[in-house]
């Protein structure tokens, strides 16, 4: 991802994971957070239902037997419901299917960790 520093124009090769970075011509440091960029959180959730802590796993929406039905029945429906379903994928617990996950590094993953450890 390339970001232009406001203070000297110099182009900024920054990784979407990594939350600080700093212009390589004129050292100002940046917060991409800050910035409203988009850093890809790659650590690990707690689950509010059950305090489970883990990756969580996405969740394609629907049913499979639904969409195996409609393939059988008429094939059209079929397309557009598997379509739908992996274009509604959800984030969730993989031990209890909660989609009430926060980030273990948040106040409300580290309270909910030190209560269930
Ligand atoms: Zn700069
Ligand atoms: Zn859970």
Same mark, same amino acid.
């Given at each position: 991802?390339? #970001?232009?520093?406001?203070?000297? =124009?110099?182009?900024?090769?920054?990784?979407?994971?990594?939350?600080?970075? $700093? @212009? !390589?011509?004129?050292?100002?440091? #940046?917060?991409?957070?800050?910035? =409203?960029?988009?850093?890809?959180?790659?650590?690990?959730?707690?689950?509010? $239902? @059950? !305090?489970?802590?883990?990756?969580?796993?996405?969740?394609?929406?629907?049913?499979?037997?639904?969409?195996?039905?409609?393939?059988?029945?008429?094939?059209?429906?079929?397309?557009?419901?598997?379509?739908?379903?992996?274009?509604?994928?959800?984030?969730?617990?993989?031990?209890?299917?909660?989609?009430?996950?926060?980030?273990?590094?948040?106040?409300?993953?580290?309270?909910?960790?030190?209560?269930?450890?």
């Amino acid at each position: 991802m390339m #970001f232009t520093c406001p203070v000297c =124009g110099h182009q900024i090769q920054r990784s979407n994971t990594t939350e600080t970075f $700093q @212009c !390589a011509r004129c050292a100002t440091d #940046f917060n991409a957070r800050e910035l =409203g960029l988009r850093v890809k959180y790659r650590g690990e959730y707690v689950c509010t $239902q @059950c !305090a489970t802590r883990g990756r969580g796993i996405w969740k394609l929406a629907g049913s499979d037997v639904i969409e195996i039905a409609l393939y059988f029945l008429f094939c059209a429906p079929g397309v557009i419901y598997s379509v739908w379903r992996r274009s509604s994928q959800y984030h969730a617990c993989e031990h209890c299917d909660s989609v009430d996950l926060v980030r273990t590094s948040s106040p409300k993953g580290k309270k909910l960790l030190e209560q269930n450890p």
